[in-house]
């Protein structure tokens, strides 16, 4: 895993202890917030986003290949927005772990 990954498991580690006992299917809740949290960051519309969560979806997307697409959007609304993505979550995840207390 990359250093950012770890740092990232590392701060939903001290939020949340043990993520063992977690599935990937219960990543996306938390996941679906944040995807969410930057839709409308961006400008997106509610209606829209009501229109796309209601879609059928013809097949079950690949996990690798969902993480991929993600990434790129990211990356694309990073650059429009002038805004170094990783340094972006570096900055974060170095406030957070710093913040949080060690104990958990």
Known sequence: MSEIQNKAVALATQNEGNLTSQSAAGRALPYLESAL???FALGGDQ???VVLAGAERSQTPRVDVSVADVMVE??????LSDID?????YNRLDF???SLPRDR
Not at 74 to 79: D, E, F, K, P, T
């Open 74 to 79: 990211i990356a694309v609304a990073s650059h």
């Open 37 to 39: 949290n930057l839709y």
């Open 96 to 98: 957070e772990l710093m």
């Open 47 to 49: 209606a829209q986003a």
């Open 85 to 89: 993505m990783i340094q972006a979550t």
